[in-house]
Structures are given as structure tokens and as C-alpha cells.
Nanobody, 120 residues
Framework: QVQLVESGGGLVQPGGSLRLSCVAS????????MAWYRQAPGKERERVAQ???????NYADSIKGRFTISRDNTRNTVYLQMNDLKPDDTAVYYC??????????????WGQGTQVTVSS
């Protein structure tokens, strides 16, 4: 099992910045990737950014150049630095982790979410 605890959400004005953090605990040795998803009211959950154990990353087109995902393996923590925030970035942001199970199956885990609101 993996437990995820997110922090860093809040209210910010357009153009502002926030940094989200997610600490993973439990069976963290076999983590494949860590990611951030978001879900806005009335919309489907979408992947914002993902980072793999080898450091490779991918980003949603809507946030490229504004958000940066990073990972501290010594602290089992993933970060999402969000700059130049826009009202359309308003959503609940979820931390996500996947890892290899004992049967070579991929298991996934979700945090409880943290609210990000961009408004003047």
C-alpha cells in the first residue's frame, strides 16, 4: 500500500504561483511514476504532469511552460510548481502514484486532493 498526503493548495490571483507537494509513504520502493491530475467542476479528471523513476516527464499541453513537476526520491515527495496561474487552472488537484505489485501488475494510488482556486 502507498499513502499520499498532499499540501500547498489555496487561493491565488491570476498570474500568481503555488507549489503543491505530495509525500508518499508505505511501499514506495517499487514506484514507477508519480503524477498530478486535476478535476474542475463539471469536467473529467485530466493528467497535468507525470514524472518517472528515471526522471522523464510529460506535461499536458494546457500547462506547458507554466508548470514544472519534480521529485525528491530521498523524501518520496513529488512537487508541482505552478506559475502564471489562470482562472482555468481552478480545480481539485490530485496526487497519483503507480507501482509494481508482487504479481508484476501495476497498482495505482490517489491522494485525497487539494483545492486550487485562481481568482481575483
Amino acid at each position: 500500500q502507498v499513502q499520499l498526503v498532499e499540501s500547498g493548495g489555496g487561493l491565488v490571483q491570476p498570474g500568481g504561483s503555488l507549489r503543491l507537494s505530495c509525500v508518499a509513504s508505505g511501499t514506495v520502493s517499487s514506484i514507477v511514476s508519480m503524477a498530478w491530475y486535476r478535476q474542475a467542476p463539471g469536467k473529467e479528471r485530466e493528467r497535468v504532469a507525470q514524472i518517472f523513476s528515471n526522471g522523464g516527464t510529460n506535461y499536458a499541453d494546457s500547462i506547458k511552460g507554466r508548470f514544472t513537476i519534480s521529485r525528491d526520491n530521498t523524501r518520496n515527495t513529488v512537487y508541482l510548481q505552478m506559475n502564471d496561474l489562470k482562472p482555468d487552472d481552478t480545480a481539485v488537484y490530485y496526487c497519483y502514484v503507480d507501482r509494481w505489485g508482487s504479481r508484476a501488475n501495476l497498482l495505482d494510488y490517489w491522494g485525497q486532493g487539494t483545492q486550487v482556486t485562481v481568482s481575483s
